[in-house]
């Protein structure tokens, strides 16, 4: 019940994720510039790198349940109360703060949905995980602009509808997700053990350098959504294939990445997300050659087949990688680099693209390959045990085939010793 209110509630609430969509249109509807709108969108990312964090730390502190309640609660009060502030400053600092409450369950949600599945079937649960949000985030512009138009062309509805999508999300997690039950730990004295904080992710000295490749990669990764439109118009091509690469992308991604992960789970997961950082960098490294349609699909049939192949792996690995009660910071740290390259990906990007033009993609996909080199150094496997629990789930789905009994041999007949072969009684042989 559990595992299926996680999966609910991230579409429901991927679904309802307006705001990041019409903010820099709201603000600008209020009269205020387009640098102060950019600005708000700035600090509404900013405090979602810091509320993925946050989240990771409450998870293990509190538990999904609360941090998921927490989430969702503050999130629609402090939507809702956007249409209502007086001033810009007031509006900035409520959109900065409302960024980081709205991140705070992803973690908790991850975590949860970790703790709740068996170590060999992370991979698949976090696949479906992705799908789930995947085609949250696919509708929710075409639900958005509904509520827009709904609503005479005002922002009213629409923030009322986020809010109320995280009233109904905070009420499935208030019902359906467990409550947080932890004994307090001690040592072989029975003295209670200092509590654990990040510092002990990151002591985790390969753990530190799966987060740096996973920056690297997300920075090359926000590229479709920042650079590439921006070649495509300055090259001259028609923008139409821009969107015509954004939709193949959404396309292949919701069709085949759980059909593709009953396969890719068997692999080693260095090998899956290994192979996901090189194609996403051979896919953004294709944009460098002169630019048409033909280059602009190529491209991003590469670079999709990479997110298929490995993102499930790379975000179940967080949750494999650490001791079980550090799983919460463990998956707010992977959250909070993925965060980062998100949000600096585009201003990276845009930069390279000012100073070197329709050069930028060989260089700018080196970060993968970077990334690439460092998951083959620090990426462990699972233990052995998980492996050996996810061939014997997988023996088990098979009916066993129906066998009759051996038939026993008959034991031998002992022959009293003087008594010539072949000469026995009657008594024996019946």
Same mark, same amino acid.
């Given at each position: ?13 991927? =679904? ?34 810091i ?6 730390v ?16 503050s ?14 400053a007031?509006?900035?600092? /409520? ?8 991140l705070?369950?992803?973690p ?14 992370q991979v @698949? /649960? ?21 509520l %827009?138009?709904?609503?005479g ?19 499935? +997690?208030?019902?359906? =997700? ?6 307090p730990?001690?040592?072989? +004295?029975?003295?209670?053990?200092p509590?654990?904080?990040? $510092?002990d992710? $990151?002591?985790?000295?390969r ?5 740096i ?5 997300t /920075?090359?990764?926000? *590229? ?10 300055? *090259? ?11 939709a ?16 890719? *789970? ?6 899956s ?13 294709? %944009? ?25 792996a @790379?975000? +179940?690995?967080?949750?494999?990688a ?12 992977? *959250? ?24 930028v ?6 970060g ?7 998951v ?22 098979v ?13 031998? $007949? ?7 072969a072949?000469?026995?009684?009657g008594?024996?042989?019946r």
């Open positions: 019940m559990a595992v299926k209110a996680i999966f609910a509630g991230a579409f429901v609430n991927r =679904l309802g994720a307006f705001l990041s969509i019409f903010l820099v249109l709201f603000v600008a509807s209020k009269g205020h510039s387009a640098a102060a709108a950019a600005a708000t969108l700035g600090a509404y990312g900013v405090g979602g790198v509320g993925t964090l946050i989240g990771g409450l998870a293990d502190r509190l538990g999904a349940r609360t941090a998921t309640v927490f989430s969702m609660a999130s629609a009060v402090l939507t809702v109360s956007l249409l209502y502030l007086p001033n810009y007031l509006l900035f600092a /409520v959109t900065a703060v409302l960024g980081l409450v709205s705070v369950f992803r908790a949600s991850a975590t949860l949905l970790s703790e709740l599945t068996p170590e060999s079937r @698949m /649960v976090f696949a479906m995980y992705r799908f789930a949000v995947n085609v949250g985030t696919t509708a929710s512009p075409l639900l958005g602009y509904a %827009y138009a709904a609503g062309h005002r922002y009213t509805l629409l923030f009322w509808g986020e809010g109320l999508v995280a009233v109904v999300y905070g009420i499935l +997690a208030l019902y359906a =997700l467990p409550r947080k039950e932890r004994a730990r001690t040592d072989a +004295a029975g003295d209670a053990e509590a654990d904080s990040l $510092l992710v $990151l002591r985790n000295r753990y530190v350098m799966f987060l490749a996973v920056f690297f990669n /920075v090359v990764y926000m *590229q479709y959504l920042s650079t590439l439109p921006l070649d495509i118009k300055a *090259q001259g091509v028609a923008l139409i294939w821009y969107t015509v690469a954004v193949l992308n959404g396309a292949i991604v919701i069709a085949f990445e759980l059909p593709l992960t009953k396969i890719s *789970q068997h692999w080693p997961v260095k090998v997300i290994c192979s996901a950082c090189v194609l996403v960098g051979l896919g953004m490294a294709s %944009y460098g050659l002169p630019l048409g349609p033909a280059v602009v699909v190529l491209g991003t049939l590469i670079w999709t087949t990479g997110e298929i192949v490995g993102a499930p @790379m975000f +179940a690995y967080p949750a494999i650490g001791p079980a009660q550090l799983k919460g910071r463990y998956i707010g740290t992977f *959250q909070f680099m993925f965060a980062a390259g998100s949000a600096l990906g585009p201003v990276i990007g845009g930069l390279l693209f000012t100073a070197l033009d329709h050069r993609w060989p260089v700018v996909s080196v993968s390959f970077i990334a690439a080199l460092l083959v150094i620090a990426v462990r496997q699972p233990a052995a045990e998980a492996e050996q629990e996810l061939a014997e789930a997988e023996l088990a789905e009916p066993t085939p129906l066998v009759p009994p051996a038939v026993e041999s008959p034991p031998a $007949l002992e022959i009293p010793p003087g008594t010539a072949g000469e026995v009684t008594a024996e042989r």
